[in-house]
């Protein structure tokens, strides 16, 4: 009883003495109008003439700071409280949903106008709860890298059975046609998706239901049936499965012993230092009519939740994913805007990559921005790696992964 | 009232009790020193207490994880405070003893010549104690304090506080079925995992080491330097290269050593079994070096007439080996054996770095040849389950802390090096 009494009266002296505080370097960090970006690694130059005009218009000093993009979030979460957060940072649309779980970032006050310059999808992934947190940035899908020195550009197949049959012609011991790592659901999801399969089920508004979990259903099955013949067959290696294989799978293009391989535009410059004669296109058709889907991944700006000059990083974060700016990034960086009216832009329609992308990211799906997809990733990548090693079968690992993926949603999210 | 009693009532304000022993220049350390500590640390302790009282009651003002670490900084500094204290306490009462016994004061200088000649080891050794408690005892205590918590994602700042939830978070792993499933299945290979790896490098260590001593043979020098290379390569290095010796379709395990003797593929990397037998043979590759170092650093000192003695006695190669060589070599090395046991049990690195974990498992959350401590790290990263991993970080410790204990005490090596 007295540890409560004591607790009780501990409780009601303790927040007094930190308030005084906390206002009074609040008002001090006012006074100097400073901002910090954090920048994906080696994209500053990117976005240096705009920081500098921005610096100019509104006289203010801007740090830039590059960091790794997938890992932003993390490091916010002990540098925001710590006061060396930045203001404005590069996110992945995926972790928007837990950002704002967990308060990292900012709701952005911005107007439809501003809003209806980018693609659905893109803005789609910045949207959470009707509410919007951040401006899109770039946006990325795979797609089909194909070896010009082993096939030419117009006899390319066009569906993804021409391609199976191809391989079957072409795969020697150690010779191959087209590789994907369809082990993985990134990647498998391009097959299952377009036979009618989905991770999460949506509402008329865009919300994901986490339970309707749709991995598991005709479609998924029929798509996860195709996809395990290519193992069965030996199209696709052994060596290719699991943590290494896309390390295999990247070698095996590179050294001319892939025709065509799935694959995303962070393999560019890659390829590019390796020498190989390479094109880009958008994934090949299925045999029922539908283009074969695809995750995009989306980089955004966001708001950190601690930043002191709020509105002044809002103003930037417009400013910098605005038109002529991600035009002026795109053409530094090479990655692909989000931004609407660009994707006719003669800048961007030049660059083969950023063609096979746009034009891919018709038939592409958002990954689902909800805490709930960090349980599926693992469960569903084992239930396609054992499908593919041949140790299950389609139907029973899917429904295996499923009600592990409901379990974990359950023991993690459970309540919320 | 005898003066011990009076002084030690006086000294509850620290300085009074030297003060009615008529000790003014000590007595005004002491309440210089009970006033400062206030002064300095009175919010830290205010906070503090409040903090790992509550965790906090506003978003977002207050931050759980942060408001915890400065509670338990501040029960640190309490102890200290009440160490003070109680040396506070003891000085008037023993000075009041004096006085009832009429002898003399000790005067100050006396103390300090006391203090400096009783208290020397104490004074030396007392800023790496400091060091200690903050550079050790703190994150230990505070990950330790977090599996108590729901820290996770929906209970984290800046959004959410965090609260106490006792043992909660325990129970959950027993009773959660996925997770009870997945605890003890991992729990089961990383016991075997521990065993048979580390055996396998200690054996194969002293094997060499043993083979390589052997009075006769030419080329000592070449044979020490080769069997030392698999340590000198960076560990990290070594496995990557070992990840793609060991794939499936193109790696050089299966493409050429196995076929030339005329074997077919090995699923090393697909198949569950194989992945924990090739981990196995990485890590005698990778650890017997060291122990191989280690023994034949002990052979040397081996004194030779105990197998001239042997011999004469008319034993045989064995039994000179088993009788003298081994008991020799496992007294000086125990401690180091029982290290590699210890290491092996939280060997991240060549789990993560070889398959990650893999291959998948049907119906299980962890890999096939996932450890403890990948699990672990799987459970942080993916699902931002911090009291969950700290409740098992725990769990993990309590084993591994057990198995030395136990290790230890049965060794010889502790008994005579104490």
Known sequence: MSGVAISLSLAACGPQESGGGTSGTGAAEEQNRELIIWEDIEKTDGIQAAVDQFEEENDVTITIVEKPYAQQIEDLRLDGPGGTGPDVLTMAGDQIGTAVIEGLVKEVAVGEEVQSIYTDAAMQSQIVDGKVYGLPKAVESTILYYNKDLIAEEELPATLEEWYEYSKETTTGDQFGFLALFDQIYYAQSVMSGYGGYIFGQDTDGNYDPSDIGLNNEGSLEGANYIQKFYEEDLFPAGIIGEQGINVLESLFTEGKATAIISGPWNVDPFTDAGVNFGMTKLPELDNGENMSSFIGVKSYNVSAYSENAELAEELLVFLANEENSRTRFEETQEVPAVEALANDPVVAESEVAQAVAEQSIFAELTPNIPAMNEVWTPADSALQTIATGKAQPEEALNQAVETIEGQIEATHGGN | ?418
């Open chain 2, 1 to 418: 009232m005898q003066a011990r009693k009076l002084a030690l009532l006086l000294s509850i304000l620290p300085g009074f009790g030297q003060f009615y022993n008529k000790q003014w220049i000590k007595g005004l350390l002491f309440l210089g020193f009970g006033i400062s500590f206030f002064l300095v640390f009175g919010d830290l302790l205010n906070m503090g207490f409040w903090g790992l009282a509550t965790l906090g009651t506003e978003v977002p003002r207050d931050n759980s994880i942060f408001l915890l670490a400065e509670g338990l900084i501040a029960v640190i500094v309490t102890i200290f405070g009440l160490a003070f204290y109680y040396v506070n306490l003891r000085d008037a009462y023993k000075n009041g003893k004096l006085r009832d016994e009429n002898k003399p004061l000790s005067s100050l200088k006396r103390d300090y010549q006391n203090l400096i000649a009783q208290g020397y080891p104490y004074l030396i050794s007392g800023p790496s104690l400091f060091i200690l408690i903050f550079a050790v005892i703190f994150p230990i205590l505070f990950s330790f304090a977090l599996a108590f918590t729901n820290y996770d994602l929906y209970h984290s700042p800046p959004a959410n506080l965090a609260d106490w939830v006792g043992f909660d978070t325990f129970a959950k792993i027993f009773t959660v079925d996925i997770w009870r499933s997945t605890f003890f299945s991992v729990l089961g290979w990383t016991v075997i995992w521990t065993l048979v790896a580390s055996t396998l490098q200690v054996a194969l260590g002293i094997f060499m080491a043993v083979l390589v001593n052997q009075k006769d043979l030419r080329f000592k020098k070449f044979y020490r330097t080769v069997l030392v290379l698999p340590w000198a390569v960076p560990g990290f290095v070594t496995i990557l290269i070992f990840a793609g010796l060991f794939n499936d379709s193109f790696g050089a395990i299966n493409n050429d050593i196995l076929a030339m003797v005329g074997i077919d593929a090995i699923p090393w990397l697909t198949d569950e079994n194989w992945s924990k037998l090739a981990l196995i043979l990485m890590q005698g590759w990778l650890g017997f070096p060291f122990i191989f170092l280690v023994t034949t650093g002990v052979l040397q000192s081996i004194p030779e007439d105990l197998y001239e003695a042997a011999r004469i006695d008319g034993a045989s190669i064995f039994a000179q080996f088993r009788n003298i060589t081994m008991p020799m070599i496992l007294i000086a090395t125990a401690p180091v054996i029982i290290t590699q046991f210890t290491f092996n049990f939280n060997n991240f690195n060549i789990i993560y770095l070889f398959n990650g974990g893999g291959p998948a498992v049907p119906g299980s959350t962890a890999g096939g040849t996932d450890i403890l401590v990948s699990w672990i790290y799987k459970l942080t990263l993916q699902s931002s389950q911090y009291s969950l991993a700290a409740a098992l970080t725990i769990l993990l410790s309590v084993f591994v802390i057990a198995i030395a204990l136990w290790q230890f005490r049965r060794t010889d090596a502790f008994k005579e090096g104490a």
